[in-house]
């Protein structure tokens, strides 16, 4: 199968230089290089293959066979590759190519079909001691809440926060387990100021 890295040494460049052409990072490279280039966008394609002196169309081969590659290689039975991503932003979809650092092995039995799943590593010491900085949530996306849980939202505007988040008719709480951080209440008219991106389904911690 062709081979983004070995081609771009064929033809001297650094993986700066060929981010510089690409328009993208030169971490987005590397993760290029190592197969993580489904959801590339098309402008892009066509840069990438400018540089490497390719057609487009091997991107679109490369696309189509980087999972099946993968599953041959490493996804273990009844498990599936679920993005991580950097940040919850306004405007930026979860699974938008920029935004995912990597893909994590998730076991089937957790997605449900008709949901789409991210992972997202918690920041801060807001939910400890149950969710400490740097542990990674499991979140199915969806804009509504049937019961009180924990929640990725989005506030004003602002990255994603993972709190407990209680929905009532006139009211929004959002709970820190941190008892330094108060809860923040949304009232009426400032409830349109949250906006629920997730249900948090399962928390992973690295030692």
Request: proline content about 4%.
């Amino acid at each position: 199968m062709f081979d983004l890295k070995q081609r771009r040494i064929e033809l001297g460049l650094t993986m700066l230089e060929v981010a510089k052409l690409v328009g993208v990072s030169e971490a987005t490279i590397s993760r290029y290089e190592s197969g993580n280039i489904k959801n590339m966008r098309k402008d892009r394609i066509a840069k990438y293959a400018s540089a490497l002196k390719v057609p487009p169309s091997t991107f679109l081969e490369l696309e189509d066979k980087s999972e099946s590659r993968l599953t041959a290689s490493d996804i273990r039975a009844n498990t599936k590759p679920v993005p991580l991503v950097g940040r919850v932003a306004a405007g930026l979809s979860c699974h938008a190519e920029d935004n995912i650092e990597g893909y994590i092995l998730t076991d089937c039995e957790l997605l449900h079909e008709g949901y789409d799943y991210f992972w997202l590593t918690v920041k801060g010491d807001s939910m400890e001691p149950e969710l400490h900085d740097g542990d990674r949530v499991l979140v199915r996306e969806q804009e509504t809440l049937e019961t009180e849980c924990y929640a990725v939202v989005r506030i004003d505007g602002e990255d994603g926060v993972v709190k407990r988040v209680r929905i009532d008719r006139d009211r929004i709480t959002l709970t820190s387990v941190n008892p330094y951080y108060p809860p923040r209440v949304f009232e009426h008219e400032q409830m349109n100021d949250v906006a629920v991106v997730g249900k948090v389904i399962q928390s992973q911690r690295s030692y």
